[in-house]
């Protein structure tokens, strides 16, 4: 299995000079390529590969000095990602979708580039990330990266003004059910909006809405972005607090999710959550910006590769109907968006609409149902 360590880096003022200038080496070359890709079929219907532009790097080299000053693998990575890109094109265009014609990167719209196979190191003392080219750069590691991994790639990334390196690491696949834990303990989880979390027990999480409570700071510094002439120096100057603003909230929102994946993880042995198609959910123009804030994807993505290391099973099941539904007698009992509590008018059952939800979620569990056969019992009718 394949896992992706980020770590801060802290480069020198000159080392941030010359990551800077590599990013904009490998944007040009991105945009160039690109506009030979199009050229060559506009003029001539003739498609161009990865391989056929990479023979023409050498070439290239002897008229572009600043080609030189790049690492060779690195430029070849430039290459693949836009080779990538096009066969993303055509997989799009194939399967009738909205393809989107690759574009050309604007000056702040590349922002990383990867050492493929050789060119990084880290020191042994763990403290320095050596980079061919550019020399030793601080680095930050807050977590060890298991000594059995294998790191294949080192990526370096920009965000306004910091610096990461993100190492590709390769880990050995554990072997079937070598880690699975016994089924003991299993929950069903509803995921929302008033409530982030609502468990199958009735125990709730609420939501911090991280977004939605700095609204108005975000909408200051944006106001006072928006009165700064267009392609000013202190325009961009004020991009990057706006920028910084969103990271902020960004990161709050990821340890905040990292916790409650990590608790669900370490308490059960069966994680069952609802198939949500979350592209479809942030269509509707009401709760686009909500359900965006609550990430429920990033969570439920959060959950599964913790639980793929711990050997808990997380489970995805069937999202039809599991707010109308009764959880205790299975009949249909209609509500609106706004209706908050389940009233079952044929067995009584009064609970909320999320505990109600999540008690059918765990129900519809195969392995939650497989269990219970095997040790005699049928399905609880009553909320847990």
Not at 23 to 37: D, E, F, G, M
Not at 73 to 98: A, S, Y
Request: overall charge positive.
């Amino acid at each position: 299995m394949k896992r992706t360590y980020q770590f801060r880096v802290y480069p020198t003022t000159q080392q941030q000079t010359t990551l800077t200038q590599w990013l904009t080496t490998c944007r040009c070359l991105y945009n160039t390529s690109l506009a030979a890709r199009k050229d060559a079929w506009h003029t001539h219907q003739q498609s161009v590969n990865y391989y056929e532009q990479a023979n023409h790097l050498k070439a290239a080299k002897k008229t572009n000095l600043f080609l030189t000053a790049v690492h060779s693998q690195v430029l070849q990575d430039v290459l693949r990602r836009l080779d990538k890109t096009f066969n993303n094109f055509f997989r799009r265009i194939k399967k009738g979708e909205n393809a989107g014609y690759p574009r050309f990167k604007g000056k702040y719209r590349y922002d990383s580039f990867t050492y493929p196979q050789s060119g990084f190191a880290l020191e042994k003392n763990k403290k320095k990330l050596r980079l061919s080219k550019i020399g030793s750069i601080t680095i930050k590691l807050h977590r060890p990266i298991p000594a059995e991994g294998v790191i294949k790639t080192c990526t370096i990334k920009r965000h306004v003004d910091h610096w990461y390196a993100c190492f590709a690491v390769e880990l050995p696949d554990p072997a079937p059910g070598s880690q699975q834990r016994e089924l003991k303990n299993a929950i069903g989880v509803d995921v929302g909006l008033k409530s982030l979390l609502t468990l199958h027990t009735g125990e709730t999480i609420d939501n911090p809405r991280w977004l939605r409570n700095s609204e108005k700071k975000v909408a200051k510094e944006q106001r006072r972005k928006d009165r700064k002439q267009k392609g000013s120096n202190n325009r961009h100057q004020q991009n990057k607090k706006v920028a910084q603003l969103h990271r902020k909230i960004r990161n709050q929102r990821k340890d905040f999710h990292h916790k409650i994946s990590r608790k669900l993880v370490d308490s059960y042995d069966l994680i069952v959550y609802e198939n949500l198609k979350i592209t479809n959910l942030v269509k509707n123009p009401h709760l686009a910006k909500s359900i965006s804030d609550a990430g429920w994807g990033q969570l439920m993505c959060f959950t599964e590769y913790k639980a793929e290391e711990a050997g808990t099973v997380v489970e995805y099941v069937s999202a039809y109907n599991t707010t109308q539904l009764c959880s205790r007698c299975g009949k249909l009992v209609p509500k609106t968006l706004a209706t908050r509590i389940h009233s079952c008018p044929y067995c009584g059952l009064d609970v909320t609409r999320d505990h109600n939800s999540a008690i059918t979620i765990l129900h519809r569990s195969r392995y939650y149902v497989a269990s219970r056969s095997a040790a005699g019992q049928g399905l609880p009718v009553e909320p847990v």
